[in-house]
């Protein structure tokens, strides 16, 4: 089915994603588990979320049918972000969890994000594609209502918020000195349905700039995807208007955030790495932090200059998270805007990045901008994408190209040279090859960028 993507499932709905595949996933899901009970006997409970698109009223209850189908208990959480989702699975010792949500994609999509207990995901490599097989073989017939499982609800806003203030430093008191003066943008998505009790309960210290809190899934001001620099235009311009102190982007199930200084510039992803791994291992000296392989070489520099121990990773969430767990590291980033907490179940959460960033500016005496200054040493290139006929026959061009380089093949080819790097991967999803370039300088840059693509657009003879 190509609805099953590496880390999750997505595609258009009605078309693609519908109630009689969401049931098929719910059954299935109970039976990767082991079946309706647990090893103690106990019935197995999986909490099912949905973001704010229309769809997903229905397809959250044809989920939450095929729990009960498989005997399981479907605990509905309603209307939440997925980090929230998270954090109900693990606090509450749930069995797993269901999110309905596409995320940052279009007002047509929606799909399904799956976690074990204690968030742990299911991705391709981990249970997904077994999961697939098992909706490829259902013949969709219902069991008798006496053999299905029950149907619970659960209300977890209050215990998030409260944990929510565990990351929220002096900021989480009402103090009579100046607030941060802090815009967000939440583009219309599920962040911006709990983010006024979140700031009044959690984070009393900040003075709020509002844009798109209203929950909309045809995303009438943009697309709920910070990643996009379009997309941040109305938050930068909100900061450099109103000389804010900094800008939040939120994407549309709430996992990922950017930040835009006080000059109204967006911060990439890694420093918001590096400088989330200064505070920690200011407080947890020898910590290790681990990083997706796309971020600059400043990031790991400065993580073994102030004492931690950076750990590179390939892309995505399933392998950040198990790597983090295995390694037992506090903090994760990744360059999409994911940052991972152990304190969160090892998961990521924007609105505890937003907190523990917010605490920081708070009591550092610094300014966003000059946070960032020392970390930006080196020229990238940002991913740039390349339509291939072979990805994988282009990559093996790349390494013979490039074979006086150190080679390393954790995801796709890195080829890492004294004064400059590239990597290049495929896509999940499309015959496309995703490069990441970093070299001295912009004059280095362009010439290194121009060696690559003389490569990578060059027809297979």
């Known amino acids: 089915m190509g609805i099953f993507k590496a880390y999750d ?4 709905y009605p078309s693609e994603v519908t109630e009689a595949i969401a049931r098929r996933i719910g059954r ?5 588990l082991g079946g309706p009970r647990g090893p103690r006997g106990e019935v197995r409970r999986i909490a099912v979320g949905r973001d704010m698109r229309e769809s997903g009223v229905p397809l959250g209850e044809a989920v939450r049918a095929g729990i009960r189908d498989a005997g399981a208990t479907a605990v509905d959480i309603g209307f939440v972000t997925t980090p929230l989702l998270y954090h109900a699975v693990g606090s509450n010792g749930l069995a797993g969890g269901i999110m ?25 490599d981990s249970g997904l594609a077994a999961i697939e097989a098992a909706c490829a073989d259902d013949d969709d017939a219902v069991p008798d209502e006496a053999s299905r499982g029950a149907e619970e609800t659960l209300s977890p806003l209050d215990p998030y918020i409260e944990h929510l203030r565990r990351f929220a430093g002096p900021l989480a008191e009402r103090g009579d000195g100046p607030r941060l ?45 910070p990643l996009e620099v379009e997309n941040l235009h109305d938050v930068a311009t909100l900061v450099r208007r109103d000389s804010l102190d900094l800008g939040i982007a939120f994407d549309g199930d709430g996992d ?11 911060l990439p992803a890694d420093r918001m790495t590096a400088i989330l791994a200064a505070e920690l291992l200011a407080r947890q000296p020898g910590s290790k932090v681990v990083y997706d392989l796309r971020s600059s070489r400043a990031i790991a520099e400065d993580i073994r200059r102030l ?3 950076p750990v590179k990773e390939r892309v995505g969430h399933a392998f950040i998270k198990a790597t983090m767990r295995r390694v037992g590291a506090p903090l994760g980033g990744e360059l999409s805007g994911h940052f991972y907490f152990a304190d969160h179940y090892y998961c990521d959460s924007a609105l505890v990045a937003t907190a523990k960033l917010l605490a920081l500016l708070a009591t550092g005496g ?24 072979d990805p994988d026959a282009k990559i093996e061009e790349l390494a013979a190209a490039f074979g006086d380089g150190e080679q390393s093949r954790l995801d796709g080819i890195s080829v890492d040279y004294e004064d400059w790097w590239f990597n290049v ?37």
């Open 9 to 12: 499932v997505r595609g258009l």
């Open 28 to 32: 299935a899901f109970v039976g990767f």
């Open 100 to 124: 309905v949500t596409a995320s940052h994609n279009p007002a047509g999509y929606n799909g399904f994000k799956i976690c074990r207990e204690e968030g742990i995901p299911v991705g391709s």
């Open 181 to 225: 003066r802090v815009a967000f943008d939440c583009g219309n998505g599920a962040v911006g349905a709990i983010l006024g009790r979140v700031l009044e309960e959690a984070l009393p210290g900040v003075e709020p700039f509002a844009l798109y809190w209203e929950p909309d899934g045809t995303f009438p001001n943009h697309e709920a995807n």
């Open 256 to 266: 990922r955030m950017v930040a835009v200084d006080d000059r109204g510039e967006p």
């Open 307 to 309: 004492g931690g121990e």
């Open 366 to 389: 610094q300014r966003l901008s000059e946070l960032r200054k020392p970390i930006e040493r080196y020229a990238q290139s940002g991913e740039v994408n390349f339509v291939v006929e």
């Open 425 to 461: 991967r495929k896509s999940n999803t499309e015959p496309k090859l995703r490069l990441n370039v970093e070299a001295a300088d912009d004059d280095a840059l362009r010439g290194r960028l121009g060696e690559l693509r003389k490569i990578l657009e060059r027809r297979s003879s």
